[in-house]
């Protein structure tokens, strides 16, 4: 009898669960490019309508924040002295 594959149905898995996620991402990116957020679908007409800013302004990523960086104070410091 063969032995099962652990690994191959590991990555399987994997890739099925990531390709779930970027169709989710998709369907995101097309509600946000027609103006319409996806948890405001069903709220009416008033929703459907892009603000007049974000219609003017070109559509950018905001740069993601730098990491912050935690460094342990010298002793002598710590202590006080």
Known sequence: MAKPNY????RQ???????????KNAR???????GVSP????????ATATP???AEAPAATPAAP???IHRRAPSS?????
């Open 7 to 10: 690994s191959f149905e590991k």
């Open 13 to 23: 898995r994997e890739l099925a669960k990531k390709k779930k996620q970027d169709e």
């Open 28 to 34: 995101k990116r097309e509600a946000r490019g027609n």
């Open 39 to 46: 948890a405001a679908d069903d709220a009416g007409a008033d």
């Open 52 to 54: 007049p800013a974000a």
């Open 66 to 68: 730098a990491p912050r």
């Open 77 to 81: 410091e710590r202590t006080g002295e």
